[in-house]
């Protein structure tokens, strides 16, 4: 079964975000201050006891002039179709408008079940005004205080509760996403990479909304294919605005094991495609920079050098990333492509034994120690790997407060010279000497 869907809806300063972030917890990135990288917290992975589930939270709805504009409209219908429980959240101390009517209205309209959370539950003053909100004919209310955690519990469990525990997913295959802003060729990327074999093993329904999981046969070995942009023919208004287009591409960044950013080679690179690379970025994906539309270029080998440099200046909190130029369209430079994802994938597994890691990192702080702060300078006493995809490594010093990002950097730059981890994330996380795992 796969991942359900709760989606936060209503009018603006009712507390949705802080009950966004509430559930959320706190969420760190792989680098902190990666530059280029936008924090937009419109979604998230949540987990609830042993149930995991997607988080997504939208725009505030005001609905009293009626100027219910179509970016509103899309950022909510999309919500709203990729849910499969809305909490609704209301204003207690403000009590109930003629906005949370109308929501209520629309919401009723939808075949989803609808929480309602009674926020700003603090005070006398807010309690005389929850009873007006059962006015609004739904089912289940919670009175809660998103800022201060009160009644939070009580809202996840029981918007979980015919939730499945220990979600995991069935196909062991290697899962390759594509992913990018509208019209960069998505599709006919999937298309030429099915046709590239000429073997589909079963095309399926995917275990998530706007994805279609497509098993393909690479060198006798089999592989999943995630289109994002499968599932579009009802909902083309959406994609007029590609802030919102993001969303459909973050649960199959977070379900596959590689992703394929695809760039228009006719456009250039937009903030957008770095948008959606930060999400590739911060879910720890290995990542292969597909510039398609190659065919239309004319003098490749001088644009080839320009899309280099682009992609540099552009993407350098992923510099390790794999690049590829192709045409999907006419197939030209397709075989290309899977040796750099295969590349990408097996490095992301890849295991380094304590001792050369030690050793990696005790010469690089005795090349370049890192600066002193305050009179304290920082010590490095073991690292060792503690996990894989993507692989991490654990650094345990003095005072974790003492790395400054540069170091960081510096220090992440030294194990890829020495150890080929390109195509794939790696994280270095520094501990305090004796801190426990939480």
Not at 250 to 259: H, N, P
Not at 260 to 268: I, N, S
Not at 283 to 312: C, F, L, R, S
Request: hydrophobic share 35%.
């Amino acid at each position: 079964m796969a991942k359900q869907t709760i989606c936060l809806v209503g009018r603006p300063n009712t507390g949705k975000s802080t009950l966004f972030n509430r559930i959320v917890g706190k969420k760190v990135a792989i680098i902190e201050d990666a530059p280029g990288v936008t924090r937009d917290r419109i979604y998230s992975q949540a987990l609830y006891k042993d149930i995991p589930f997607y988080l997504i939270d939208t725009g505030g709805i005001d609905l009293s002039d009626g100027d219910f504009n179509d970016e509103i409209r899309m950022q909510v219908s999309i919500g709203i179709d990729e849910a499969d429980t809305i909490i609704f959240v209301v204003d207690a101390k403000e009590g109930l408008t003629t906005s949370d009517l109308l929501i209520r209205d629309m919401l009723k309209k939808q075949n989803k079940r609808v929480i309602v959370a009674i926020n700003k539950v603090d005070s006398n003053l807010s309690n005389e005004n929850i009873y007006e909100f059962y006015s609004l004919g739904f089912d289940d209310y919670v009175n809660i205080s998103a800022e201060h955690g009160r009644g939070v519990n009580e809202l996840l469990k029981l918007a979980t509760e015919n939730y499945e525990e220990g979600y995991e997913e069935f196909d062991n295959n290697i899962k390759i996403s594509v992913i990018g802003r509208p019209n960069v060729g998505k599709s006919s990327l999937v298309n030429a990479l099915l046709n590239e074999e000429r073997v589909i093993v079963s095309p399926v329904a995917g275990t998530t909304r706007d994805a279609i999981d497509t098993k393909f046969i690479y060198n006798k070995e089999e592989y999943t294919l995630i289109d994002t942009a499968g599932l579009r023919k009802k909902g083309k208004i959406f994609e007029a605005v590609e802030k919102y287009s993001l969303l459909r591409s973050m649960k199959a960044i977070d379900r596959s094991d590689v992703c394929l950013l695809v760039l228009d080679a006719t456009t250039g690179i937009v903030e957008h495609d770095k948008h959606i690379a930060g999400y590739a970025l911060e879910a720890g994906k290995p990542i292969v920079i597909v510039v398609n539309k190659w065919d239309t270029i004319e003098n490749k080998d001088e644009d080839m050098k320009e899309w280099k440099k682009d992609i540099k200046n552009n993407f350098q909190f992923m510099d390790y990333a794999k690049v590829v130029f192709l045409s999907a369209q006419t197939k030209k430079r397709i075989h290309t492509l899977m040796p750099e994802v295969l590349t990408s994938y097996n490095n992301s597994i890849k295991e380094v034994k304590t001792n050369i890691i030690n050793d990696i990192i005790r010469d690089a702080f005795i090349e370049t120690p890192p600066a002193s702060f305050k009179g304290k300078k920082l010590k490095v006493y073991f690292t060792h790997q503690s996990g894989t995809k993507p692989p991490r490594f654990d650094i345990e010093v003095n005072s974790k407060g003492l790395v400054h990002f540069s170091y960081y950097r510096y220090l992440e730059n030294k194990i890829r010279e020495n150890i080929d981890f390109s195509g794939t994330p790696i994280i270095l996380q520094f501990k305090n000497k004796g801190e426990q795992e939480l």
